[in-house]
């Protein structure tokens, strides 16, 4: 009977499963990649490439730390999540919650572990045409980037990748097996889980330290003396983006709040009733939203930071020294900066998407019986919230750090708005989730909406 009901679990939750599993692949593979290029650039012979191998791959590291990381938290405990009304089915069939918590974690542990060994090897077939990639980006040929892939990197990557899954899948499904049985059949089935009020005052406590040392590192910047050399100015300016990483961490700290009253103002606008009810729903669940948000949210507010302190440094570096020209990056050497993080916010917001297909054929189809035709309006929706976290992100740092350089260390800065690339990475992000939608919505519109609400497939 206990096999019959794990079987009947993953089966219905196989859409679930394989949104975390290729989310960890795609995850796996990017760091691994990363942390190749930088071994590679370790071995390579001139200290020429070795510090333009290990400053690439160690920035690409960073983003991918830094949005990847954080996105792949995010989907594990949505796909957790999902299966709280199946724990409550297993103990409602007589299932001991200490018994349901080791077949969920079994689960966990298959899952993370099958997802980082896949992931280690693919990085090992697709690390040849990178290296290929990397040799004609314009940084220094390297014969290390024609050899195999270093067996650490793909060690570290199980190994990271992993970690995350299971540190996060385990406190998730603690949770799962803990909530109410009752709550848990009658609700819906991810329907945002309340945080416990002491880790609330936790969080809100480091970010309010985070701002408060952010804010006194801005003052201390402001009182530095002005730098002339070139050189000096040009290693001083990379302050801008380690407080660009300050404040996207604070955003991930309070992000779920922020977006949950962005989404609210959203819904008080008057565009219909498809608006008014896409705009309800992705209030009512602020941690499904999160987490198809946060990511995208986090890989523009880091190109739009990246973008920016290229461009302030060409600017100064011009005005100062006349040397704007070292500093432009080719677009191959953007694309290995960015193309990896940019790839796991897109995977990571799709296989929320993808998680949830039956709860959103489910809503599809009440929406249908109840004279609704809103099918991909939240798209919109999505698309206007990632662009004002976004943005608002990089305009926070851009404003804070300007004045801090014009009245300190560099005159001659000015303030810039942020280009159109993070407009773009959320536009692919939120296209490729609205093509999911459109997919989901369709196949909901050949079936009977009764009968799907009823319970019927």
Known sequence: MLAKLVFNSVARSVSTWLALIISAIVMSVILTLNIGLVIAGTKCETEEAQNAFVAMGSGALMFTVLTGFMSLVLVVKICVGLQRKQVALWQVAGVLPSRATIILLAEVVVVSLVSAGLGAVVASFVWPAYGRFVWDSGLPQSEELLRPI????????????????????IKSSFKVVRSNVVESLSSDEFISVRRAKWRRVIRAIIAVLL???????????SSQPRITDARKLGDYMTIYMGTGIGVCIIFALVGTQIIHLITRLLGCLS???????????????????????????????STGIMNLWIDKLMHVLNAQAGTAAAVNAPPRQMVILFGGPVLSACVCASSVVCATINQRTEDNAILLVSGSKKITVESV??????????YGIALINEVAINAALEAGPVPVSEFQMPGANPAYIVFAAVALSFVLLVAIAYSGLRKNPVAVISGGR
Not at 156 to 169: R, Y
Not at 294 to 299: A, G, R, S
Not at 381 to 390: A, E, M
Request: hydrophobic fraction near 55%; aromatic fraction near 10%.
């Open 150 to 169: 270093a067996s650490n990197s793909l060690l570290i990557g199980i190994i990271a990748t992993s970690a995350v899954v299971l540190i996060t899948g």
């Open 211 to 221: 701002i408060l040392g952010l804010t006194a590192g801005y003052f201390g910047i």
């Open 271 to 301: 565009f219909g009733n498809s608006w008014f009810m896409a705009a309800r729903e992705a209030s009512a669940r602020p941690d499904l939203t999160s987490a198809l948000v946060v990511p995208i949210v986090m890989m523009s507010a």
């Open 381 to 390: 929706i999505y698309f206007i919230i990632s662009c004002v976290c976004g």
